[in-house]
């Protein structure tokens, strides 16, 4: 489902990279409104929102794009692609704070350490979403 009010201009000088994260994240009713709240102070020093990172995850050729938000306690993130002018979420994942993710290929590869555990979980295009796939 496309997130309300947020468009993506096409074309060459278009996609994803044109949408403010921020934007992004106050429009898509799927993100909590804690996160809401805190976007104010982005960007600054106390902005919780990382860095966004542009990928192509879907094989299409152009990249999409991956948030990740400190919440106490937490990391919340979320992976969007975008088509025919609209965006919409791909991945909505929870983890410990010390979650970090990383591509390898097409695949996005989270890995979560704490409490003296490690996983990794490792996410794949199935033609509509981010799914988790085996790894190993």
Do not use: H
Not at 76 to 104: E, K, N
């Amino acid at each position: 489902m496309p997130v309300p009010q947020v468009t993506v201009p096409e074309g060459p000088e278009g996609g994803l990279r044109k949408v403010s994260p921020e934007q992004l994240l106050r429009a898509d009713p799927g993100v909590p409104e804690v996160v809401k709240g805190s976007l104010g102070d982005c960007p600054g020093r106390r902005c919780r929102l990382r860095t966004p990172v542009y990928v192509d995850l879907t094989g299409d050729g152009k990249p999409e794009l991956v948030l990740a938000f400190d919440d106490t306690g937490r990391t919340l993130m979320w992976a969007y692609t975008a088509s025919g002018g609209s965006v919409r979420r791909v991945l909505d994942y929870a983890g410990p704070q010390q979650m970090t993710a990383t591509a390898i290929g097409r695949d996005l590869v989270v890995d979560e350490s704490g409490e003296g555990r490690k996983s990794t979980v490792r996410f794949r295009w199935n033609g509509r979403v981010l799914a988790p796939v085996p790894v190993g």
